[in-house]
Protein backbone atom coordinates (compact mmCIF):
# COMPACT_ATOMS: atom_id res chain seq x y z
CA UNK A 1 0.00 0.00 0.00
CA UNK A 2 1.23 3.41 -0.23
CA UNK A 3 2.13 3.88 3.02
CA UNK A 4 5.18 1.79 2.23
CA UNK A 5 6.26 3.89 -0.70
CA UNK A 6 8.37 7.07 -0.72
CA UNK A 7 8.04 9.41 -4.24
CA UNK A 8 11.64 10.81 -4.38
CA UNK A 9 12.74 13.12 -6.90
CA UNK A 10 16.70 14.28 -6.78
CA UNK A 11 17.39 17.88 -8.00
CA UNK A 12 20.76 20.03 -7.90
CA UNK A 13 22.87 22.59 -10.23
CA UNK A 14 24.87 20.57 -12.86
CA UNK A 15 27.94 19.21 -12.00
CA UNK A 16 26.89 18.62 -7.93
CA UNK A 17 26.93 15.21 -7.93
CA UNK A 18 23.63 14.20 -8.30
CA UNK A 19 23.83 11.16 -10.37
CA UNK A 20 26.78 9.64 -8.53
CA UNK A 21 25.50 9.87 -5.65
CA UNK A 22 22.06 8.15 -6.86
CA UNK A 23 24.64 5.12 -8.09
CA UNK A 24 25.81 4.94 -4.78
CA UNK A 25 22.09 4.66 -3.01
CA UNK A 26 21.39 2.10 -6.03
CA UNK A 27 24.49 -0.17 -5.58
CA UNK A 28 24.37 -0.09 -1.86
CA UNK A 29 20.13 -1.08 -1.33
CA UNK A 30 21.42 -4.53 -2.44
CA UNK A 31 19.35 -3.36 -6.23
CA UNK A 32 21.61 -5.46 -8.04
CA UNK A 33 23.44 -9.21 -7.42
CA UNK A 34 26.85 -9.25 -5.80
CA UNK A 35 28.17 -9.60 -9.71
CA UNK A 36 26.01 -7.09 -11.57
CA UNK A 37 27.68 -5.39 -13.93
CA UNK A 38 26.34 -2.40 -12.74
CA UNK A 39 28.41 -2.46 -10.05
CA UNK A 40 31.51 -1.94 -11.54
CA UNK A 41 29.62 0.91 -13.32
CA UNK A 42 30.02 4.93 -12.93
CA UNK A 43 26.94 7.27 -13.77
CA UNK A 44 24.47 4.11 -13.85
CA UNK A 45 21.83 6.58 -14.26
CA UNK A 46 23.38 8.18 -17.15
CA UNK A 47 22.71 6.00 -19.88
CA UNK A 48 22.28 8.15 -22.68
CA UNK A 49 25.51 8.21 -24.81
CA UNK A 50 25.12 12.08 -24.81
CA UNK A 51 24.85 12.66 -20.94
CA UNK A 52 28.14 10.70 -20.17
CA UNK A 53 29.92 12.65 -22.95
CA UNK A 54 28.87 15.42 -21.60
CA UNK A 55 28.73 15.02 -17.48
CA UNK A 56 24.93 15.77 -17.51
CA UNK A 57 21.86 14.74 -16.82
CA UNK A 58 19.16 15.21 -19.93
CA UNK A 59 16.31 12.87 -19.43
CA UNK A 60 14.56 12.17 -16.08
CA UNK A 61 14.50 8.61 -14.87
CA UNK A 62 12.73 6.29 -12.64
CA UNK A 63 14.31 4.15 -10.59
CA UNK A 64 13.05 2.07 -7.19
CA UNK A 65 14.72 0.59 -4.29
CA UNK A 66 13.69 -1.66 -1.55
CA UNK A 67 15.20 -0.22 2.24
CA UNK A 68 13.92 -2.09 5.20
CA UNK A 69 10.62 -2.58 3.61
CA UNK A 70 9.74 0.39 1.75
CA UNK A 71 9.64 1.03 -1.66
CA UNK A 72 11.46 4.28 -2.49
CA UNK A 73 10.57 5.85 -6.03
CA UNK A 74 13.58 7.48 -7.12
CA UNK A 75 13.28 10.43 -10.05
CA UNK A 76 16.71 11.51 -11.22
CA UNK A 77 16.05 14.58 -12.89
CA UNK A 78 18.51 17.03 -15.22
CA UNK A 79 20.08 20.09 -13.45
CA UNK A 80 20.63 22.47 -16.08
CA UNK A 81 17.94 25.13 -16.36
CA UNK A 82 17.68 24.17 -20.53
CA UNK A 83 15.79 20.72 -19.78
CA UNK A 84 13.11 22.38 -16.90
CA UNK A 85 10.47 20.47 -18.53
CA UNK A 86 11.94 16.95 -17.49
CA UNK A 87 12.11 18.66 -13.83
CA UNK A 88 8.37 19.60 -14.20
CA UNK A 89 7.43 16.61 -14.97
CA UNK A 90 9.63 14.76 -12.34
CA UNK A 91 7.90 16.92 -9.49
CA UNK A 92 4.09 16.05 -10.79
CA UNK A 93 5.48 12.43 -9.62
CA UNK A 94 7.04 13.19 -6.56
CA UNK A 95 6.21 13.84 -2.98
CA UNK A 96 9.32 15.35 -1.45
CA UNK A 97 13.19 16.02 -2.92
CA UNK A 98 16.83 15.71 -2.23
CA UNK A 99 18.35 19.00 -3.49
CA UNK A 100 22.00 17.95 -3.92
CA UNK A 101 24.72 21.31 -3.47
CA UNK A 102 28.43 21.17 -4.13
CA UNK A 103 30.22 21.98 -0.71
CA UNK A 104 32.73 24.62 -2.86
CA UNK A 105 30.35 26.36 -5.37
CA UNK A 106 27.09 26.33 -2.69
CA UNK A 107 23.83 26.97 -4.33
CA UNK A 108 23.75 28.17 -8.02
CA UNK A 109 20.74 29.72 -10.17
CA UNK A 110 20.11 27.15 -11.33
CA UNK A 111 19.52 25.23 -7.76
CA UNK A 112 17.37 28.56 -7.09
CA UNK A 113 14.95 28.07 -10.00
CA UNK A 114 14.22 24.40 -9.44
CA UNK A 115 13.92 24.42 -5.81
CA UNK A 116 11.63 27.26 -6.27
CA UNK A 117 9.52 24.28 -8.32
CA UNK A 118 9.49 22.02 -5.60
CA UNK A 119 8.45 24.70 -2.75
CA UNK A 120 5.46 26.18 -5.01
CA UNK A 121 4.53 22.19 -5.07
CA UNK A 122 4.97 22.39 -1.39
CA UNK A 123 7.30 18.84 -1.80
CA UNK A 124 9.35 18.58 1.27
CA UNK A 125 12.83 19.19 1.05
CA UNK A 126 16.02 17.55 2.13
CA UNK A 127 19.75 19.22 1.59
CA UNK A 128 22.54 17.27 0.99
CA UNK A 129 25.98 18.82 1.44
CA UNK A 130 27.63 16.85 -1.35
CA UNK A 131 31.82 17.06 -2.00
CA UNK A 132 32.72 17.79 1.64
CA UNK A 133 36.01 16.72 1.07
CA UNK A 134 37.16 19.17 -1.79
CA UNK A 135 39.86 21.52 -1.01
CA UNK A 136 38.13 24.41 -1.08
CA UNK A 137 35.06 22.67 0.87
CA UNK A 138 33.60 25.73 2.02
CA UNK A 139 30.49 24.04 4.44
CA UNK A 140 29.46 26.79 7.12
CA UNK A 141 29.67 29.15 4.34
CA UNK A 142 27.43 27.28 2.05
CA UNK A 143 24.59 26.18 4.53
CA UNK A 144 24.49 29.90 5.88
CA UNK A 145 23.66 30.31 1.86
CA UNK A 146 21.47 27.78 1.72
CA UNK A 147 19.46 29.06 4.83
CA UNK A 148 19.06 31.87 3.31
CA UNK A 149 17.60 30.62 -0.21
CA UNK A 150 14.72 29.05 2.17
CA UNK A 151 14.13 32.23 2.72
CA UNK A 152 13.79 34.00 -0.06
CA UNK A 153 11.83 31.11 -1.65
CA UNK A 154 9.52 29.91 1.18
CA UNK A 155 6.29 29.77 1.13
CA UNK A 156 5.09 28.40 4.24
CA UNK A 157 6.82 29.14 7.60
CA UNK A 158 7.21 25.42 7.71
CA UNK A 159 9.43 25.24 4.44
CA UNK A 160 12.40 26.57 6.33
CA UNK A 161 13.19 23.63 8.81
CA UNK A 162 14.78 20.91 6.73
CA UNK A 163 17.44 18.43 7.54
CA UNK A 164 20.83 18.57 6.30
CA UNK A 165 22.79 15.97 5.58
CA UNK A 166 26.53 15.53 4.78
CA UNK A 167 28.11 13.43 1.83
CA UNK A 168 30.40 12.11 -0.48
CA UNK A 169 28.93 10.77 -3.58
CA UNK A 170 31.51 9.38 -4.90
CA UNK A 171 32.80 7.48 -2.25
CA UNK A 172 29.15 6.68 -1.75
CA UNK A 173 29.34 7.86 2.45
CA UNK A 174 27.23 10.11 4.05
CA UNK A 175 26.45 11.60 8.00
CA UNK A 176 24.09 13.25 9.72
CA UNK A 177 26.91 15.61 11.04
CA UNK A 178 29.52 17.05 9.08
CA UNK A 179 32.47 14.45 10.64
CA UNK A 180 35.47 15.18 12.39
CA UNK A 181 39.12 15.41 10.89
CA UNK A 182 39.40 14.04 7.30
CA UNK A 183 36.28 12.97 5.44
CA UNK A 184 37.17 10.60 3.05
CA UNK A 185 38.73 8.24 5.83
CA UNK A 186 35.19 8.61 8.13
CA UNK A 187 33.67 5.08 7.57
CA UNK A 188 30.23 5.69 6.55
CA UNK A 189 27.76 4.51 4.26
CA UNK A 190 24.32 6.19 2.67
CA UNK A 191 22.33 5.04 5.13
CA UNK A 192 21.44 8.52 7.08
CA UNK A 193 20.08 9.07 3.16
CA UNK A 194 17.86 6.26 3.02
CA UNK A 195 16.79 6.99 7.10
CA UNK A 196 16.26 10.18 6.46
CA UNK A 197 13.81 9.63 3.40
CA UNK A 198 11.78 7.00 4.98
CA UNK A 199 11.33 9.66 8.22
CA UNK A 200 10.86 13.16 6.45
CA UNK A 201 9.40 12.67 3.20
CA UNK A 202 5.45 11.91 3.20
CA UNK A 203 4.07 9.07 2.19
CA UNK A 204 1.90 9.25 -0.62
CA UNK A 205 -1.79 10.45 0.10
CA UNK A 206 -3.46 9.58 -2.96
CA UNK A 207 -7.27 7.43 -2.55
CA UNK A 208 -6.68 3.96 -3.55
CA UNK A 209 -10.66 3.35 -2.97
CA UNK A 210 -11.75 5.06 -6.32
CA UNK A 211 -11.62 4.21 -9.68
CA UNK A 212 -8.40 4.08 -11.74
CA UNK A 213 -7.01 7.92 -12.51
CA UNK A 214 -3.25 8.98 -13.68
CA UNK A 215 -1.52 11.55 -15.28
CA UNK A 216 1.06 10.62 -18.04
CA UNK A 217 4.44 12.38 -17.08
CA UNK A 218 6.69 10.61 -19.59
CA UNK A 219 6.68 8.15 -22.38
CA UNK A 220 8.88 5.44 -23.09
CA UNK A 221 9.56 2.78 -26.10
CA UNK A 222 10.72 -0.13 -26.99
CA UNK A 223 10.63 -2.68 -29.70
CA UNK A 224 8.72 -5.64 -28.35
CA UNK A 225 6.18 -3.84 -26.19
CA UNK A 226 6.00 -0.20 -28.57
CA UNK A 227 4.83 3.06 -26.09
CA UNK A 228 5.38 2.82 -22.34
CA UNK A 229 2.98 5.10 -20.99
CA UNK A 230 4.74 5.94 -17.35
CA UNK A 231 3.12 8.55 -14.24
CA UNK A 232 1.98 7.96 -10.53
CA UNK A 233 -1.53 6.47 -10.03
CA UNK A 234 -3.38 9.07 -8.99
CA UNK A 235 -6.35 7.25 -7.61
CA UNK A 236 -7.66 3.52 -7.42
CA UNK A 237 -5.64 0.68 -8.32
CA UNK A 238 -4.45 -0.57 -12.11
CA UNK A 239 -4.55 -3.16 -13.52
CA UNK A 240 -4.03 -5.57 -16.61
CA UNK A 241 -6.74 -5.49 -19.09
CA UNK A 242 -8.53 -2.14 -17.37
CA UNK A 243 -11.00 -0.39 -19.69
CA UNK A 244 -10.02 3.28 -19.64
CA UNK A 245 -11.08 6.46 -21.41
CA UNK A 246 -7.65 8.85 -22.64
CA UNK A 247 -8.51 12.28 -22.24
CA UNK A 248 -6.60 14.42 -23.95
CA UNK A 249 -4.72 17.77 -23.81
CA UNK A 250 -7.01 19.12 -26.63
CA UNK A 251 -9.93 17.85 -24.90
CA UNK A 252 -10.67 14.85 -27.24
CA UNK A 253 -11.62 11.42 -26.44
CA UNK A 254 -10.75 7.79 -27.00
CA UNK A 255 -11.36 4.91 -25.46
CA UNK A 256 -8.33 1.99 -24.58
CA UNK A 257 -7.73 -1.28 -22.53
CA UNK A 258 -4.48 -1.54 -20.37
CA UNK A 259 -2.69 -4.34 -21.41
CA UNK A 260 0.09 -5.06 -18.92
CA UNK A 261 1.62 -3.11 -15.84
CA UNK A 262 4.88 -2.49 -15.10
CA UNK A 263 6.25 -0.86 -11.96
CA UNK A 264 9.73 -0.25 -11.08
CA UNK A 265 12.74 -2.18 -9.65
CA UNK A 266 16.51 -1.20 -9.60
CA UNK A 267 16.89 0.12 -12.78
CA UNK A 268 14.17 -2.10 -14.78
CA UNK A 269 10.07 -2.71 -15.08
CA UNK A 270 8.53 -5.45 -13.51
CA UNK A 271 5.14 -6.78 -14.90
CA UNK A 272 2.45 -6.96 -12.49
CA UNK A 273 -1.13 -7.93 -12.22
CA UNK A 274 -2.10 -4.48 -10.18
CA UNK A 275 -0.65 -1.38 -8.39
CA UNK A 276 -2.40 0.93 -5.93
CA UNK A 277 -2.23 4.63 -5.86
CA UNK A 278 0.42 6.87 -5.11
CA UNK A 279 2.84 4.25 -7.05
CA UNK A 280 4.79 5.38 -10.00
CA UNK A 281 3.92 2.75 -12.97
CA UNK A 282 4.35 2.25 -16.94
CA UNK A 283 1.36 1.04 -19.01
CA UNK A 284 1.28 -0.42 -22.27
CA UNK A 285 -1.70 -0.98 -24.86
CA UNK A 286 -2.65 2.86 -25.68
CA UNK A 287 -0.64 3.92 -28.30
CA UNK A 288 -2.08 7.35 -29.09
CA UNK A 289 -1.69 8.62 -25.38
CA UNK A 290 1.05 11.78 -25.09
CA UNK A 291 2.56 13.64 -22.22
CA UNK A 292 -0.55 15.60 -19.79
CA UNK A 293 -2.95 13.28 -20.81
CA UNK A 294 -5.39 11.72 -18.76
CA UNK A 295 -5.74 7.62 -17.94
CA UNK A 296 -8.65 6.75 -16.22
CA UNK A 297 -11.49 3.77 -15.35
CA UNK A 298 -14.37 4.23 -17.78
CA UNK A 299 -16.92 4.59 -15.00
CA UNK A 300 -14.88 8.01 -13.63
CA UNK A 301 -13.51 9.44 -17.11
CA UNK A 302 -12.38 12.73 -15.35
CA UNK A 303 -9.14 14.46 -16.60
CA UNK A 304 -6.30 15.86 -14.10
CA UNK A 305 -4.61 19.24 -14.52
CA UNK A 306 -2.20 19.27 -17.25
CA UNK A 307 1.71 19.68 -16.51
CA UNK A 308 2.35 23.26 -16.46
CA UNK A 309 5.33 23.60 -18.84
CA UNK A 310 7.22 27.37 -19.06
CA UNK A 311 7.49 28.88 -22.67
CA UNK A 312 10.41 28.31 -24.79
CA UNK A 313 12.70 31.59 -25.37
CA UNK A 314 14.78 30.32 -28.44
CA UNK A 315 14.35 29.02 -32.10
CA UNK A 316 15.86 27.82 -34.88
CA UNK A 317 15.29 26.70 -38.34
CA UNK A 318 16.23 22.70 -39.37
CA UNK A 319 15.77 21.81 -43.04
CA UNK A 320 17.52 18.71 -44.95
CA UNK A 321 20.97 19.36 -45.98
CA UNK A 322 21.40 21.16 -49.71
CA UNK A 323 24.38 21.15 -49.59
CA UNK A 324 27.15 19.47 -53.16
CA UNK A 325 27.63 17.02 -50.16
CA UNK A 326 24.22 15.78 -49.65
CA UNK A 327 24.07 12.11 -49.01
CA UNK A 328 27.84 11.20 -48.36
CA UNK A 329 27.44 10.94 -44.60
CA UNK A 330 23.17 10.23 -44.00
CA UNK A 331 20.89 7.67 -44.38
CA UNK A 332 18.10 10.23 -43.82
CA UNK A 333 18.23 13.22 -46.29
CA UNK A 334 14.59 13.93 -47.02
CA UNK A 335 11.67 16.57 -45.18
CA UNK A 336 9.72 14.07 -44.40
CA UNK A 337 12.25 11.61 -42.63
CA UNK A 338 13.18 14.20 -40.39
CA UNK A 339 9.25 15.29 -39.93
CA UNK A 340 8.27 12.35 -38.73
CA UNK A 341 11.40 11.83 -36.32
CA UNK A 342 10.68 15.81 -35.12
CA UNK A 343 7.13 15.09 -34.71
CA UNK A 344 8.14 11.62 -32.45
CA UNK A 345 10.15 13.63 -30.55
CA UNK A 346 7.45 16.24 -29.79
CA UNK A 347 5.62 13.53 -27.60
CA UNK A 348 9.02 13.26 -25.41
CA UNK A 349 10.27 16.64 -25.83
CA UNK A 350 7.16 18.35 -23.49
CA UNK A 351 9.63 21.87 -23.88
CA UNK A 352 9.96 21.70 -27.98
CA UNK A 353 8.02 23.30 -30.08
CA UNK A 354 7.65 22.97 -33.95
CA UNK A 355 6.22 25.19 -36.84
CA UNK A 356 6.17 24.39 -40.50
CA UNK A 357 7.42 27.57 -42.25
CA UNK A 358 5.93 28.36 -45.93
CA UNK A 359 9.48 27.64 -47.15
CA UNK A 360 9.26 23.71 -45.96
CA UNK A 361 11.35 24.13 -43.27
CA UNK A 362 10.96 23.39 -39.44
CA UNK A 363 10.88 25.74 -37.00
CA UNK A 364 12.00 24.42 -33.67
CA UNK A 365 11.39 26.77 -30.45
CA UNK A 366 13.39 25.78 -26.86
CA UNK A 367 14.30 26.43 -23.59
CA UNK A 368 18.06 26.87 -24.59
CA UNK A 369 21.06 26.88 -26.77
CA UNK A 370 22.24 23.07 -24.52
CA UNK A 371 18.19 22.15 -25.24
CA UNK A 372 18.06 22.62 -28.97
CA UNK A 373 22.23 21.87 -29.73
CA UNK A 374 21.63 18.20 -27.69
CA UNK A 375 18.76 17.54 -29.77
CA UNK A 376 20.41 18.38 -33.39
CA UNK A 377 23.80 16.25 -31.71
CA UNK A 378 20.98 13.67 -30.96
CA UNK A 379 19.74 13.52 -34.79
CA UNK A 380 23.35 13.49 -36.50
CA UNK A 381 24.39 10.46 -34.42
CA UNK A 382 21.32 8.63 -35.78
CA UNK A 383 21.89 9.16 -39.18
CA UNK A 384 20.33 12.66 -40.70
CA UNK A 385 21.78 14.98 -42.65
CA UNK A 386 20.61 18.68 -41.42
CA UNK A 387 21.16 22.38 -42.24
CA UNK A 388 20.66 24.82 -39.13
CA UNK A 389 20.14 28.75 -39.03
CA UNK A 390 21.63 30.84 -36.27
CA UNK A 391 19.77 30.83 -33.02
CA UNK A 392 17.16 33.82 -32.70
CA UNK A 393 15.12 35.02 -29.84
CA UNK A 394 11.29 34.47 -29.12
CA UNK A 395 10.13 37.83 -28.94
CA UNK A 396 6.29 38.97 -27.77
CA UNK A 397 3.98 41.59 -27.85
CA UNK A 398 1.77 43.09 -25.63
CA UNK A 399 -0.17 46.58 -26.18
CA UNK A 400 2.24 47.24 -29.39
CA UNK A 401 5.31 46.81 -26.83
CA UNK A 402 7.62 44.48 -28.17
CA UNK A 403 8.99 41.87 -25.45
CA UNK A 404 11.92 39.48 -25.20
CA UNK A 405 13.30 37.42 -22.39
CA UNK A 406 15.95 38.56 -20.16
CA UNK A 407 18.07 35.59 -17.91
CA UNK A 408 19.90 36.24 -14.94
CA UNK A 409 23.58 35.26 -15.68
CA UNK A 410 26.22 34.01 -13.21
CA UNK A 411 29.56 33.70 -13.81
CA UNK A 412 32.53 32.40 -11.73
CA UNK A 413 35.71 33.31 -12.48
CA UNK A 414 39.32 33.52 -11.51
CA UNK A 415 40.57 36.82 -10.08
CA UNK A 416 43.19 37.46 -13.53
CA UNK A 417 40.67 37.35 -15.47
CA UNK A 418 38.05 39.94 -13.93
CA UNK A 419 39.12 42.80 -16.71
CA UNK A 420 37.67 40.23 -19.66
CA UNK A 421 34.22 40.03 -17.97
CA UNK A 422 33.58 43.47 -17.67
CA UNK A 423 34.50 44.24 -20.65
CA UNK A 424 32.25 42.01 -22.42
CA UNK A 425 29.27 42.35 -20.61
CA UNK A 426 29.53 45.83 -20.83
CA UNK A 427 28.98 45.53 -24.98
CA UNK A 428 25.99 42.76 -24.17
CA UNK A 429 24.10 45.76 -22.20
CA UNK A 430 24.29 43.36 -19.07
CA UNK A 431 23.25 45.23 -15.46
CA UNK A 432 25.54 44.28 -12.99
CA UNK A 433 23.33 42.86 -10.03
CA UNK A 434 26.18 41.67 -7.60
CA UNK A 435 30.28 41.07 -6.89
CA UNK A 436 31.12 38.42 -4.82
CA UNK A 437 34.36 36.86 -3.58
CA UNK A 438 33.80 32.99 -4.64
CA UNK A 439 37.00 30.71 -3.72
CA UNK A 440 40.07 32.09 -5.24
CA UNK A 441 37.57 34.21 -7.49
CA UNK A 442 34.86 36.56 -7.99
CA UNK A 443 30.65 35.63 -8.61
CA UNK A 444 29.40 38.12 -10.85
CA UNK A 445 25.90 38.08 -11.45
CA UNK A 446 24.27 39.83 -14.40
CA UNK A 447 20.70 40.34 -15.88
CA UNK A 448 20.50 40.62 -19.26
CA UNK A 449 18.83 39.40 -22.40
CA UNK A 450 19.18 36.43 -23.69
CA UNK A 451 20.14 37.35 -27.24
CA UNK A 452 23.01 38.76 -25.28
CA UNK A 453 23.99 35.33 -23.84
CA UNK A 454 24.70 33.68 -28.17
CA UNK A 455 28.00 33.50 -27.94
CA UNK A 456 28.73 34.51 -25.03
CA UNK A 457 30.11 31.00 -23.26
CA UNK A 458 32.24 30.33 -26.45
CA UNK A 459 34.18 33.53 -26.67
CA UNK A 460 34.36 33.53 -22.11
CA UNK A 461 35.89 29.74 -22.52
CA UNK A 462 38.77 31.45 -24.98
CA UNK A 463 39.67 34.17 -23.22
CA UNK A 464 39.53 32.73 -19.87
CA UNK A 465 41.11 29.37 -21.11
CA UNK A 466 38.35 27.54 -20.04
CA UNK A 467 38.37 28.17 -16.50
CA UNK A 468 34.95 30.07 -16.66
CA UNK A 469 31.87 28.25 -15.05
CA UNK A 470 28.78 30.39 -16.77
CA UNK A 471 25.41 29.47 -15.80
CA UNK A 472 21.61 31.40 -17.02
CA UNK A 473 18.34 30.93 -15.76
CA UNK A 474 14.91 33.01 -17.32
CA UNK A 475 13.73 35.67 -15.43
CA UNK A 476 11.25 37.39 -17.04
CA UNK A 477 10.11 38.84 -20.62
CA UNK A 478 10.82 42.89 -20.67
CA UNK A 479 10.55 45.74 -23.28
CA UNK A 480 13.39 45.15 -26.44
CA UNK A 481 16.26 47.11 -25.63
CA UNK A 482 18.43 48.69 -28.43
CA UNK A 483 20.25 46.08 -31.09
CA UNK A 484 23.48 44.82 -29.76
CA UNK A 485 26.88 45.76 -31.86
CA UNK A 486 28.45 43.48 -34.62
CA UNK A 487 30.93 41.56 -32.23
CA UNK A 488 32.31 38.97 -34.79
CA UNK A 489 34.50 39.72 -37.77
CA UNK A 490 33.93 38.58 -40.89
CA UNK A 491 34.66 35.06 -42.55
CA UNK A 492 37.12 33.06 -45.52
CA UNK A 493 34.92 32.20 -48.09
CA UNK A 494 35.90 28.94 -50.25
CA UNK A 495 35.88 30.63 -53.90
CA UNK A 496 36.35 26.93 -55.38
CA UNK A 497 35.21 23.40 -54.24
CA UNK A 498 37.92 20.49 -54.41
CA UNK A 499 40.65 19.85 -51.75
CA UNK A 500 42.28 22.20 -49.36
CA UNK A 501 45.86 22.51 -49.79
CA UNK A 502 48.58 23.65 -47.52
CA UNK A 503 49.48 26.31 -49.80
CA UNK A 504 45.65 27.59 -49.65
CA UNK A 505 45.69 27.58 -46.12
CA UNK A 506 48.88 29.22 -45.48
CA UNK A 507 47.48 31.99 -47.70
CA UNK A 508 43.82 31.97 -45.55
CA UNK A 509 45.96 32.14 -42.34
CA UNK A 510 47.56 35.35 -43.78
CA UNK A 511 44.31 37.04 -43.40
CA UNK A 512 42.94 35.18 -40.25
CA UNK A 513 41.85 31.91 -38.74
CA UNK A 514 41.41 28.58 -40.37
CA UNK A 515 38.90 26.16 -39.32
CA UNK A 516 40.27 23.23 -41.32
CA UNK A 517 43.18 21.43 -41.72
CA UNK A 518 44.92 20.37 -45.21
CA UNK A 519 43.32 17.82 -47.22
CA UNK A 520 39.79 18.32 -46.27
CA UNK A 521 37.37 18.53 -49.23
CA UNK A 522 35.78 21.87 -49.53
CA UNK A 523 33.07 23.70 -52.04
CA UNK A 524 32.27 26.81 -52.97
CA UNK A 525 30.30 29.05 -50.19
CA UNK A 526 32.07 26.96 -47.28
CA UNK A 527 33.02 28.76 -44.78
CA UNK A 528 36.42 27.62 -43.66
CA UNK A 529 38.15 30.37 -41.52
CA UNK A 530 37.46 33.85 -39.66
CA UNK A 531 38.66 36.89 -41.14
CA UNK A 532 40.88 38.93 -39.12
CA UNK A 533 38.86 42.37 -40.47
CA UNK A 534 34.74 42.91 -40.71
CA UNK A 535 34.37 41.90 -44.15
CA UNK A 536 33.87 38.83 -45.62
CA UNK A 537 36.51 37.38 -48.31
CA UNK A 538 36.66 34.57 -50.90
CA UNK A 539 39.61 32.80 -50.84
CA UNK A 540 41.18 29.66 -53.33
CA UNK A 541 42.58 27.11 -50.52
CA UNK A 542 42.79 24.29 -53.16
CA UNK A 543 45.37 26.59 -55.05
CA UNK A 544 48.72 24.89 -54.99
CA UNK A 545 51.99 26.94 -55.52
CA UNK A 546 53.09 27.48 -58.68
CA UNK A 547 55.97 25.20 -59.80
CA UNK A 548 59.16 26.88 -61.13
CA UNK A 549 62.65 25.16 -62.37
CA UNK A 550 64.12 26.40 -58.84
CA UNK A 551 61.06 24.86 -56.66
CA UNK A 552 59.71 21.71 -57.84
CA UNK A 553 57.39 19.13 -56.51
CA UNK A 554 60.08 17.31 -54.85
CA UNK A 555 61.62 20.32 -53.50
CA UNK A 556 58.49 22.11 -52.31
CA UNK A 557 59.57 23.73 -49.27
CA UNK A 558 57.92 22.96 -45.81
CA UNK A 559 54.78 24.85 -45.29
CA UNK A 560 54.36 25.53 -41.20
CA UNK A 561 50.25 26.07 -40.68
CA UNK A 562 48.82 27.13 -37.32
CA UNK A 563 46.31 24.42 -35.77
CA UNK A 564 43.29 24.61 -37.19
CA UNK A 565 40.23 26.37 -34.55
CA UNK A 566 38.09 23.34 -34.22
CA UNK A 567 34.24 24.01 -32.85
CA UNK A 568 32.20 22.25 -31.17
CA UNK A 569 28.43 21.91 -32.24
CA UNK A 570 27.28 24.66 -29.57
CA UNK A 571 30.48 27.02 -30.60
CA UNK A 572 29.17 26.55 -34.65
CA UNK A 573 25.80 27.58 -33.46
CA UNK A 574 27.23 30.85 -31.35
CA UNK A 575 29.46 31.45 -34.75
CA UNK A 576 27.31 31.66 -37.76
CA UNK A 577 25.49 34.93 -38.53
CA UNK A 578 22.09 35.29 -39.99
CA UNK A 579 23.36 34.88 -44.03
CA UNK A 580 25.11 32.15 -42.93
CA UNK A 581 23.90 27.93 -41.90
CA UNK A 582 25.62 25.14 -40.05
CA UNK A 583 25.62 22.19 -42.01
CA UNK A 584 25.55 19.35 -39.98
CA UNK A 585 26.15 15.34 -40.65
CA UNK A 586 26.88 12.11 -39.06
CA UNK A 587 30.31 12.93 -39.56
CA UNK A 588 30.76 16.50 -40.10
CA UNK A 589 29.37 19.33 -39.19
CA UNK A 590 30.53 22.49 -41.53
CA UNK A 591 29.82 26.36 -41.55
CA UNK A 592 28.39 27.51 -45.12
CA UNK A 593 26.59 30.63 -46.41
CA UNK A 594 23.22 30.43 -47.33
CA UNK A 595 23.91 31.68 -50.80
CA UNK A 596 26.78 29.85 -51.98
CA UNK A 597 28.19 31.71 -55.32
CA UNK A 598 29.49 34.83 -55.27
CA UNK A 599 26.58 36.55 -57.63
CA UNK A 600 23.74 34.89 -55.47
CA UNK A 601 25.26 36.71 -52.61
CA UNK A 602 25.44 40.10 -54.42
CA UNK A 603 21.94 39.78 -55.43
CA UNK A 604 20.91 38.62 -51.73
CA UNK A 605 22.86 42.03 -50.36
CA UNK A 606 21.37 44.22 -53.06
CA UNK A 607 17.64 42.53 -51.73
Known amino acids: ??????????????????????????????????????????????????????????????????????????????GHADFGGEVERTFNMADGCLLIIDAQEGPMPQTRSVLRKALLLNLKVIVV?????????????????????????????????????????????????????????????????????????????????????????????????????????????????????????DGTKTAGRLEKVFTYQGLGRVEVKQVFAGDIIALTGIPEAGISDTIADVKSPEALPPIAIEEPTLKITVAPNTSPFVGQ????????????????????????????TPQGKFLLSGRGELHLS????????????LEVSKPEVILKEENGVVLEPLEEVTIDIPKNYAGVITAELGKRQAKTVDVLPHVDGFRYVYEMPTRSLLGLRSFLMTETRGTVVLNSTFLKYAPQGAALSQSRNGVLIVAEGGIAVSFGLEVAQGRGITFIPPQTPVY???????????????????????????????????????PPKLMTLEEALDFIEEDELLEVTPKNIRLRKKYLTRNERSRYEKS
Open 524 to 562: EGMIIGENGRAEDITINVCKARQLTNFRTAGHEYSIQLA
Open 374 to 385: VLIETLRREGYE
Open 329 to 356: DGKFLTSRQIQERLEKELEKNVSLKMEL
Open 1 to 78: MSTSIRNVAIIAHVDHGKTTLVDALLKQSNTFHEKAEELTQELIMDSNPLERERGITILAKNTAIEYQGVKINIIDTP
Open 129 to 249: INKIDKKFARVAEVIEETNNLFLDLAIHENQLNFPILYAIGRLGKAFYKMPDGTPEEAVASVEPIFETIIKEIPAPTNNPEGDFQMLVTNLDYDDFRGRYLIGRVHRGMAEQNLKVTVMHK
